[in-house]
């Protein structure tokens, strides 16, 4: 009878620990695929765009910035009108859509966030992007006496979020792929 107990009380713990085990595994596999999809719809986009247009906004002030490496808009001296010339064709065809894609993965990535919350700093993106868009609409009526968003593009900010987020999230998928970590 003592053998019967103990054979059941055997199987007893297999199952719970396989059970268990099972439980854990699937827990990890679906944190892995939630960290791949905020590494490839959200965090690695983000990323390579603050980094895009950080480094092209710095080709424009090394080619049309004022002496000393400022941008026309960071001077005492107002921009002539061939740089606000010059700054609405880089608006228009680099800076706007670099932008415009840095909101829409907010927006339609918004489930992908680590915060609980919506960041402000990712809501401040969001309405400089709509004051471009009411800036460039008027630049296409041809009315010219706006040249810059009603709210400030949060560039630093932003890179140093995009850039945390990227590498937070690639050291927790190294952990979960059982990668050792280096340095």
Same mark, same amino acid.
């Given at each position: 009878? *003592? !053998?019967?107990?103990?054979?059941?009380?055997?199987?007893?713990?297999?199952?719970?620990?396989? /059970?268990?085990?099972?439980?854990?595994?699937?827990?990890?596999? @679906?944190?892995? #695929? =939630?960290?791949?999809?905020?590494?490839?719809?959200?965090?690695?986009?983000?990323? !390579? %765009?603050?980094?895009?247009?950080?480094?092209?906004?710095? !080709?424009?002030?090394?080619?049309?910035?004022?002496?000393?490496?400022?941008?026309?808009?960071?001077?005492?001296?107002?921009?002539?009108?061939? @740089?606000?010339?010059?700054?609405?064709?880089?608006?228009?065809?680099?800076?706007?859509?670099?932008?415009?894609? &840095?909101?829409?993965?907010?927006?339609?990535?918004?489930?992908?966030?680590?915060?609980?919350? &919506?960041?402000? %700093?990712?809501?401040?993106?969001? #309405?400089?992007?709509?004051? /471009?868009?009411?800036?460039?609409?008027?630049? #296409?009526?041809? *009315?010219?006496?706006?040249?810059?968003?009603?709210?400030?593009?949060?560039? @630093?900010?932003?890179? !140093?979020? #995009? =850039?945390?987020?990227?590498?937070?999230?690639?050291?927790?998928?190294?952990?979960?792929?059982?990668?050792?970590?280096?340095?």
């Amino acid at each position: 009878m *003592i !053998a019967v107990v103990v054979t059941i009380g055997l199987a007893f713990v297999g199952y719970v620990v396989t /059970y268990l085990n099972g439980l854990r595994l699937s827990q990890r596999q @679906e944190r892995l #695929a =939630r960290v791949n999809r905020q590494l490839s719809d959200f965090y690695g986009p983000l990323f !390579a %765009l603050t980094e895009a247009n950080s480094r092209t906004f710095g !080709a424009f002030v090394e080619r049309h910035g004022r002496p000393g490496g400022t941008s026309p808009f960071d001077h005492e001296i107002p921009p002539t009108a061939e @740089e606000l010339t010059e700054w609405r064709l880089w608006v228009t065809t680099v800076f706007l859509p670099n932008i415009r894609a &840095m909101r829409d993965l907010v927006i339609d990535h918004a489930d992908l966030l680590s915060e609980p919350e &919506m960041p402000p %700093l990712l809501l401040q993106l969001c #309405a400089h992007v709509s004051g /471009y868009e009411v800036t460039t609409a008027r630049w #296409a009526q041809g *009315i010219h006496d706006q040249h810059l968003s009603v709210v400030s593009f949060p560039s @630093e900010e932003l890179a !140093a979020y #995009a =850039r945390r987020g990227f590498a937070t999230l690639k050291r927790e998928q190294a952990r979960l792929l059982g990668q050792r970590q280096e340095g």
